[in-house]
C-alpha cells in the first residue's frame, strides 16, 4: 500500500488550491498604494554608441514623472559574475562591468539604455517610444558568430577586451598531455561537431519587479520575480547599489516558473529601487513576453567538437572536446560557472572513460546575456557524450544498449573519482539502464516499427545514459573552483506554543511544491500532522537565509538544513522532557511525537512539551532556554549525483522530414523520493523542455543581431500535441550518502537526459529508413533540416 | 476613459476604460480579479483564458469596450458555490496537473469550454484542444490527465495506453 501521509507519499499539493482559484498572488497581481509605472527604453540595435538621449523630448509629456539613463547609475557598481574562472595560461577572465542601464554603448538588440517613470503604465509607455525615437545611436557592426567574434581583433563587444574571448579554460589542464596520448593510441576516434542550440527559458511568468522606499527609516522593499531572494539582495547591495544588506527586504511572492532565468539579478530591479527612491512612491515595472525573449537570461550555445577513442569493441577510452560558448553580451551571474564547472566536470558521463579533457572558450557577442537553464551545463556535457556514443556504435557497427553496458561504471566501483574532478558517491547505472529497457519495451520495437512502416513512417528509438552534479554545492569545493559565495543553506524550525510550526526555508518554491514536501518530512520526523506545519519562503524578512532554488538543490541541501533544524528541536525536547518526566536526559526517546522514558510507559507529548517551552512553569531554566525555536545551516559534503536512463521512439515523415515523439520512457535514479508524485511532475516537466530544445525550441539571430525568434509566433514552445505521454520510474534508488534525506533531486533530469535521445532516435530512424549518410542532424530536428539531411 | 459595464461571475460589474483597454486589464486592473494572467503579447499563450458568453476567449486580444454587457466568467469564478474545487479544477489538484500555477487559469477556462463542447474527448482531442494554452512546467502529461478524468475518463488507463 503506498503512503498517504509523511515520507513517500503522493500528497496532493495544497498549494494548488489557491492556484486552482485565481488566488496566487504573483509579483504583477499585487498593486502598491501611489505606484507609478517604468517602461525600459531598449536599444534596437545590436551594437552601437550612444550619441544622444533626449530626455527633453519626453518629461514634459503627460504623466512623465522622471527619466532614467546610464548616466544615473554610472557611479554605482555593476551586476557582477558569480564564479571568477581562470584561462589555462592562469589569466583570470575578462569582466566587463554591467551596468544597470547601458552607458556609452548599447550592446544587444533589447539593451536597456533608458527608463522612464510615469503616472500610468500607458503613458510610460507612450513615453518610452518617443524617448526611443528621440534616441541617437551610431550603429556598429554587430558580433554574432562566436568563432568570427574571436578571430575578429577589430570589432569588440567590449572595448577594453581585443578578441572578445572571456576565458579560455582548460579541465583539467595537467591531464592534457595523457589524454592526447591516448586518443593518438586509441584503435577507433569517433569526431562529432555539434550545436547545443540556444534557448530562451520562457517561464511563462514574465520578470516583473515593485520597489518601494520607506523615507522615515530609509529602507527599501524589492518584490520581485525570483529564485532567491536572499542572493537577489547581495547582488544589489554589495555590489550594484551599496545598500547596506540590512535596510533592503527582497520579497519573491508566488513565482510563475523559473527555470533558471531568475535566478539572477537584473537591472530592472535596481531601477525600481532608485526610481522609487527618487520618486517617494512605489515603482512598479513588468515585462512584456517580447521583452522576456530580449532580455532574459538565455541558454545553452554551445559549439562542440567531440572526440572520442575507443577500442573496435566499443570500450571508451579517452573523451576530448573543444566548445565555444556564447556568453552574449554581458557575464550573467552564473554565466562562467555553467559551461565550466556544471559542464566540464560531466564531460566523463556514468562511464569508466579513464582519460577526459575540455577546453572551453567563452566568447562574447552582440546577444542577450547566456546563463544557466534547467540543467546548466550538464544538458550540453550530456548531449555531446550520448551523441558521440551513439555515432561511436553506428561507426563500429555495435549495438548502443551493449556498448552502454560495457562502459558504465558498476555498483562496486562506489565512490568512484573522475578523471575531471568529481567523486560520484553512489549508483547503480545498470540497473536504471535494465528498467528502461522493459519499461519501453525494447524488445517489441521492431513490432512497432513494422507498424509505422505501414503507415508510411520511419521509426526509430534512441538511448541516452545520463549523470548530473545537483545539490549545489559544497561551499569549500566550489571556493576552490572560483565562486564567489558559498552554497550552503539554511532553515529556522519554529515551533509555536500551541504546537504548530512554522519552517523557514532558504529554498524557493516557484512550481516544484514545497508546501506541500517540506511538511510532509517534518510531520513524518515529528509524529504529527502535516496540516500543522506552515513553509515560510521568499522573503528576506522572514527567512535566516538562503541561497534558493536552482541545480536541483531545494531538497538536498535546503531539506537537509530543514532535517538538521528538526534534529535540534527533537534533541531540545529531550531536555525539556527529562525535566518533566524526572528522568535522566539519556533514557528519553521520541518516536511518533512522544518523548517517553525508555522501558516506561511515561511519555509527554510533542504539543505538551511545545507549550511547556513556551509556559515554562515546570522547566529547566537555570540550564535550558526558553522556546521552541532552532535554526540549522547545511553545507553539501559533496554534490548529488542523479542518473537514469532514457529511451525515446519517434516517428519520422519522410516526404516532409517532421519528427514526432510517439513515446519516452525514464528510468532515474533520485535517491529517496518524498513525493513521487512531484518527483513525476518534475521529470515530465523537464523531458516536455528537452523534448522542446530536440525538436522545436530555436533562437534565431540573423547576422545585424535582430532577434528573428522573438515571441511565440516564431519561437515554437512546446505545445500539448507535441509531446507524448511519458513513462517515468524512479524505482532503482541508491540513497544519496552524504545527506541526512538520501535524497539526490530530481528538477533537472528530464531537460539532461531527453534531448541526446530524441536525436539518437531520430538518426536511428534515418537508418533504418536506408538513410545511413546521414550522421548528424543539429537540434532542433526541424522538418526542414531532417528533409535536408534525408535528402542531401 | 468611460465607465464600461458588464456581468463578471455573476455580478453586475463597471470600471472606467480606455479604447485602447483590453480585456484583461480591465479584469486584473478595473476589478482587481488577477487570476487571469498575461504570459505573452502576441496572443499566443492562454494564461489569458476567460469565458464570454459561454465562449473561451483570450481576455488579451479582445477590448473591454467589446464585450461591454456580456457575460464574462473568470477563473475566481469557477469554484462551487460553496467554495469547494469545481470538478476540472479538483481533477487538476488530483492529477497534479499544475506546477507553478501561472497557466492554470487559462488552462482551466479552457478544459472547462473544452468539455462543454466535448464532454468526452479523446487523448488527441484534448491535445488538440489546448494547443492554445502554453505551459512551461508541466510538460503537459498530467494536464492531460487531469482534462480525461474531468470528463469522468480513467485518465491512468489511457496514459498507460
Ligand atoms: S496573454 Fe493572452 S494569449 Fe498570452
Ligand atoms: S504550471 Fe507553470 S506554466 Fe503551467
Not at chain 1, 533608458?114 to 509607455?125: C, F, G, R
Not at chain 1, 572595448?159 to 595523457?178: K, T, V
Not at chain 1, 551571474?333 to 577526459?356: C, D, E, I, R
Not at chain 2, 486592473?29 to 502576441?42: A, I, Q, R, S, Y
Request: glycine fraction near 10%.
Amino acid at each position: 500500500m503506498p503512503k498517504d501521509t509523511g515520507i513517500g507519499a503522493s500528497t496532493k499539493r495544497r498549494e494548488d488550491v489557491r492556484f486552482l482559484t485565481g488566488r496566487g498572488v504573483y509579483t504583477d497581481d499585487l498593486t502598491m498604494f501611489g505606484q507609478a509605472h517604468a517602461v525600459m527604453v531598449r536599444s534596437t540595435v545590436a551594437h552601437g554608441r550612444i550619441v544622444s538621449i533626449d530626455t527633453a523630448a519626453v518629461e514634459a509629456m503627460p504623466g512623465v514623472l522622471a527619466v532614467f539613463t546610464g548616466e544615473d547609475f554610472k557611479d554605482v557598481g555593476g551586476n557582477p559574475a558569480g564564479w571568477l574562472i581562470n584561462s589555462r595560461d592562469g589569466t583570470p577572465m575578462r569582466e566587463p562591468k554591467r551596468p544597470v542601464l547601458a552607458h556609452g554603448k548599447v550592446r544587444h538588440v533589447g539593451d536597456a539604455y533608458a527608463a522612464v517613470i510615469a503616472e500610468s503604465y500607458a503613458q510610460a509607455k507612450d513615453a518610452a517610444q518617443v524617448l526611443s525615437d528621440a534616441t541617437v545611436i551610431e550603429e556598429l557592426p554587430a558580433i554574432i558568430d562566436m568563432k568570427a567574434a574571436a578571430a575578429d581583433a577589430s570589432n569588440r563587444v567590449h572595448d577594453e577586451i581585443p578578441d572578445n574571448i572571456c576565458f579560455d579554460w582548460g579541465w583539467i589542464e595537467d591531464n592534457r598531455a595523457a589524454v592526447d596520448e591516448a586518443m593518438k593510441s586509441a584503435p577507433h576516434v569517433v569526431t562529432l561537431e555539434l550545436t547545443n542550440n540556444r534557448l530562451v527559458p520562457n517561464a511563462m511568468e514574465p520578470r516583473a519587479s515593485i520597489g518601494e522606499y520607506f523615507p522615515g527609516t530609509g529602507d527599501y522593499k524589492l518584490t520581485t520575480t525570483s529564485q532567491n531572494p536572499h542572493l537577489t539582495r547581495l547582488l544589489v547591495c554589495a555590489f550594484v547599489m551599496g545598500i547596506p544588506e540590512n535596510k533592503l527586504q527582497v520579497v519573491a511572492p508566488d513565482v510563475g516558473g523559473g527555470f533558471g532565468s531568475k535566478i539572477y539579478h537584473y537591472g530592472e530591479e535596481a531601477l525600481v529601487l532608485a526610481a522609487a527612491k527618487r520618486l517617494g512612491r512605489p515603482v512598479r515595472w513588468t515585462a512584456e513576453r517580447t521583452e522576456s525573449f530580449l532580455s532574459d537570461a538565455h541558454g545553452r550555445d554551445h559549439v562542440t567538437k567531440i572526440e572520442l577513442g575507443c577500442t573496435k569493441q566499443g570500450d571508451i577510452l579517452a573523451i576530448r572536446t573543444e566548445t565555444y560558448a556564447n556568453v552574449g553580451a554581458y557575464l550573467s551571474n552564473f554565466s562562467t560557472a555553467t559551461p565550466t564547472f556544471l559542464h566540464g566536470t560531466l564531460m566523463a558521463g556514468p562511464y569508466k572513460v579513464p582519460h577526459v579533457y575540455v577546453n572551453v572558450k567563452t566568447v562574447f557577442t552582440n546577444t542577450a546575456p547566456v546563463d544557466a537553464y534547467r540543467g546548466a551545463g550538464r544538458p550540453e556535457a550530456t548531449y555531446s557524450i550520448e551523441r558521440v556514443v551513439d555515432k561511436m556504435c553506428r561507426e563500429l557497427n555495435l549495438d548502443p544498449f551493449e556498448v552502454r553496458r560495457r562502459n558504465l561504471l558498476t555498483p562496486d566501483q562506489f565512490p568512484y573519482t573522475t578523471p575531471v574532478g568529481l567523486v560520484y558517491d553512489t549508483g547503480n547505472y545498470q540497473a536504471t539502464l535494465d528498467k528502461a529497457v522493459e519499461l519501453a519495451d525494447v524488445a517489441g520495437f521492431e513490432a512497432r516499427r513494422a507498424e509505422s512502416a505501414r503507415r508510411g513512417k520511419l521509426r526509430g528509438m534512441g538511448l541516452s545514459t545520463w549523470i548530473e552534479a545537483c545539490g549545489i554545492a559544497p561551499s569549500h569545493l566550489v571556493g576552490v573552483l572560483g565562486a564567489r559565495v558559498g552554497l550552503y543553506d539554511a532553515a529556522t524550525v519554529r515551533v509555536n506554543a500551541t504546537g504548530t510550526i512554522s519552517v523557514m526555508t532558504g529554498a524557493h518554491s516557484h512550481g516544484q511544491g514545497h508546501e506541500t514536501v517540506f511538511p510532509q518530512i517534518v510531520a513524518e520526523k515529528l509524529g504529527i500532522d502535516a496540516s500543522s506545519v506552515e513553509i515560510v519562503h521568499g522573503d528576506t524578512a522572514k527567512i535566516p537565509f538562503g541561497m534558493g532554488s536552482y541545480g536541483s538543490r531545494s531538497l538536498a541541501v535546503a531539506g537537509s538544513a530543514m532535517d538538521r533544524a528538526i534534529d535540534k528541536i527533537i534533541a531540545k525536547g529531550k531536555k525539556i522532557a527529562a525535566h518533566m518526566l524526572e528522568a535522566a536526559e539519556g533514557d528519553i526517546t521520541f518516536a511518533d511525537g512522544k518523548f517517553s522514558v525508555a522501558g516506561t510507559d511515561k511519555a509527554k507529548t510533542f504539543g505538551e512539551i511545545a507549550f511547556s517551552a513556551y509556559v515554562p512553569h515546570n522547566y529547566p531554566l537555570e540550564t535550558l532556554e526558553p522556546g521552541l525555536e532552532e535554526t540549522a545551516f547545511y553545507d553539501p559534503a559533496n554534490f548529488t549525483y542523479p542518473a537514469g536512463a532514457y529511451i525515446c521512439e519517434v516517428e519520422v515523415d519522410e516526404g516532409t522530414g517532421k519528427v514526432d515523439v510517439v513515446s519516452f520512457t525514464c528510468a532515474d535514479d533520485f535517491g529517496n523520493v518524498m513525493n513521487p508524485m512531484i518527483v513525476e511532475g518534475q521529470v515530465h516537466g523537464g523531458v516536455g523542455q528537452g523534448i522542446g530544445q530536440a525538436v522545436l525550441e530555436s533562437t534565431s539571430y540573423d547576422e545585424n543581431g535582430q532577434l528573428l525568434t522573438g515571441s511565440y509566433m516564431d519561437y515554437a514552445m512546446p505545445r500539448a500535441d507535441d509531446v507524448p505521454f511519458y513513462t517515468v520510474d524512479h524505482s532503482c534508488a541508491t540513497p544519496c550518502t552524504h545527506n541526512p534525506l538520501g535524497v539526490k533531486g530530481c528538477g533537472e533530469a528530464g531537460a539532461i537526459g531527453s534531448p541526446p535521445a530524441v536525436v539518437n532516435a531520430v538518426i536511428d530512424a534515418l537508418h533504418r529508413g536506408g538513410h545511413t549518410h546521414v550522421s548528424h542532424i543539429d537540434m532542433p530536428v526541424s522538418p526542414n533540416r531532417v528533409w535536408q539531411a534525408m535528402n542531401a | 476613459m468611460t465607465n464600461v459595464t458588464m456581468t463578471v461571475n455573476g455580478k453586475s460589474v463597471s470600471a472606467p476604460a480606455e479604447g485602447r483597454t483590453l480585456l484583461v486589464e480591465y479584469l486584473r486592473t478595473g476589478l482587481g480579479l488577477t487570476g487571469t494572467h498575461v504570459g505573452c503579447d502576441t496572443s499566443q499563450c492562454g494564461a489569458c483564458v476567460v469565458h464570454v458568453d459561454g465562449r473561451a476567449v483570450k481576455s488579451c486580444t479582445v477590448f473591454a469596450m467589446d464585450v461591454e454587457g456580456s457575460d464574462v466568467r473568470t477563473i475566481e469564478g469557477m469554484a462551487n458555490a460553496d467554495g469547494s474545487l469545481g470538478v476540472v479544477q479538483q481533477a487538476f489538484q488530483d492529477h497534479h496537473g499544475l506546477q507553478c500555477g501561472f497557466c492554470t487559469p487559462g488552462m482551466v477556462m479552457t478544459t472547462a469550454a473544452l468539455l462543454a463542447e466535448n464532454p468526452r474527448p479523446s487523448e488527441a482531442e484534448v491535445r488538440h484542444g489546448l494547443e492554445g494554452n502554453i505551459c512551461r512546467c508541466t510538460g503537459y502529461h498530467n494536464i492531460v490527465k487531469a482534462v480525461l478524468a474531468a470528463s469522468g475518463q480513467d485518465a491512468d488507463a489511457i496514459a498507460a495506453q
